[in-house]
T-cell receptor, first 115, second 115 residues
């Protein structure tokens, strides 16, 4: 299995809703990432988990709450989002060792629309 | 801070012709450089990386990149373009200020290969 699987593929939510994005990989990778990509823009790093511990938080607003329950699973909990949070949310993972953090494997993303 | 610049929003090339997608970098210290490709409605896919060694790096799908220290460039090349190469290409650099896990992406270059 060489895939990073993200669910759902599309999500529409209101500003008062609570929702979660899910990401899963079974490649034995020990680093997992959340990126945010606005239309026609490059991906921007949000969070990094390394060995299930949060290692990087790029000053992301608290309405985004990451969680890494185990080495294969990464969640992003969403609450009280704003319309400007509408974007493609990409999950990625990378293997341990010399390539740790260098070669990222991306999922197809969750296209989020906040109304 | 580490950064990369992609001066062209779009590159057009005819199928069978060579292609070049440009990237310049600005880093303190030795650069760790990458190319990723993004197809519509998909996550990013790793193409190749330069860490050290030969200035010509070979990657996936017949792509290669030439590292030029004097010109601070890392251009992506392919000898003969295919229509299926049409996609969005991102150059990236490892942000050494925040450790090995953060990649900073350029603004992307859309490659259109015409039949």
């Amino acid at each position: 299995d060489t895939e990073v699987t993200q669910t759902p593929k599309h999500l529409v939510m209101g500003m008062t809703n609570k929702k979660s994005l899910k990401c899963e990989q079974h490649m034995g990778h020990r680093a997992m990432y959340w990126y945010k990509q606005k239309a026609k823009k490059p991906p921007e790093l949000m969070f990094v988990y390394s060995y299930e511990k949060l290692s990087i938080n790029e000053s992301v607003p608290s309405r985004f709450s990451p969680e890494c329950p185990n080495s294969s699973l990464l969640n992003l909990h969403l609450h009280a989002l704003q319309p400007e949070d509408s974007a493609l949310y990409l999950c990625a993972s990378s293997p341990p060792g010399l390539d740790h953090g260098e070669k990222l494997f991306f999922g197809s993303g969750t296209q989020l629309s906040v109304l | 801070a580490q950064s990369v610049a992609q001066p062209e929003d779009q590159v057009n090339v005819a199928e069978g012709n060579p292609l070049t997608v440009k990237c310049t970098y600005s880093v303190s210290g030795n650069p760790y450089l990458f190319w990723y490709v993004q197809y519509p409605n998909r996550g990013l896919q790793f193409l190749l990386k330069y860490i050290t060694g030969d200035n010509l790096v070979k990657g996936s799908y017949g792509f290669e990149a030439e590292f030029n220290k004097s010109q601070t460039s890392f251009h992506l090349k392919k000898p003969s373009a295919l229509v299926s190469d049409s996609a969005l290409y991102f150059c990236a650099v490892r942000d050494m200020d925040t450790g090995f896990q953060k990649l900073v992406f350029g603004t992307g270059t859309r490659l259109l290969v015409s039949p």
